[in-house]
């Protein structure tokens, strides 16, 4: 019964956190309204210094929450401070500063059932993203007739994900993600076998340079079709689409080179070029955190 209470409180505050914008606000106005610059402070510092909220943040061990917490107390003295001289500007200034941070600080406080949650939906993501990810491998298999990395896939990257599951059934969610991570990474190392290999002895197995500029056809594809797949899968960190964009726009530039090389009868010219994109996208790809030889 106790256990039950304790999950019932602490849902009750991520519901609380979803409300805070506009109750925050209306509250501190309806003080200031009220009795003016002094109890608006007065409310402000039991926020930021007495409630419930500034003790979830203290608890939640957030580094990121806890630095906003300190600022949010930073600029509260600051704005007392002012008040003492009889700077009212300055004072209403710093105050709004100090609500506006101690808001930042509470959202990023989430509490452990939050957090949990999150997490494990990650964890499932990444293992739907993984099979999407080893079905892409088998396919391409098949079609090259190749077992290029068909042993890893077996044998270590199979391991580690019943061994990621088995930690994820624990509730051990963060080794799980870790191992699942290199399962992930396996794999993408696996397909990039199945295109990869000596390029001399690849070039003994080719007709002419027109086989050869399809198969580098194929290999820039996949290695794009990948980095999307990662890319989407990452959507909340935007910030990687900035770091890989630069690659994908060079390496977007050089396919439609080599395409138009390869359309005017250039095909050695055209897997040159090509062989150029694709290291563009591994480039990409190595920037996500998946290392790809090459």
Known sequence: MRQHHRITRTTGFALLLLLWGAGLGLLLAARAAEGGAGDRAEALGKLILQSSAAAQITASGEPAAMAKHQAAKAAY??????????????????????????????????????????????????????????????????????????????????????????????????????????????????????????????????????????????????????????????SDRPQLKEQTQPFVDRAAELRQQAESAASSGGHEKAVEILEESTGQLIRALRATGIYIPG
């Open 77 to 234: 003295e600051r704005a007392l401070e002012a008040q003492r001289r009889g700077d009212a500007d300055a004072a209403k200034r710093l105050l709004d500063e100090a609500s506006r941070t101690m808001f930042e600080a509470v959202r990023l406080a989430k509490p452990d059932e939050v957090v949990g949650a999150k997490k494990r939906a990650d964890y499932n993501k990444r293992v739907q993203s993984l099979e999407q990810l080893l079905q892409m491998y088998e396919r391409i298999r098949r079609e090259k007739q190749s077992d290029a990395g068909k042993e890893q896939v077996n044998g270590v990257i199979k391991e580690k994900r019943e061994r990621a599951q088995a930690l994820f059934d624990a509730g051990q969610i963060d080794q799980a993600r870790a191992l699942l991570d290199e399962a992930y990474a396996g794999v993408a190392v696996a397909m990039d076998k199945l295109h990869g290999g000596d390029i001399v002895t690849r070039s003994l197995n080719f007709k002419n340079k027109a086989e050869e500029y399809r198969y580098e056809l194929d290999r820039n594809e996949t290695h794009r079709l990948l980095l999307d797949q990662l890319l989407a899968e990452k």
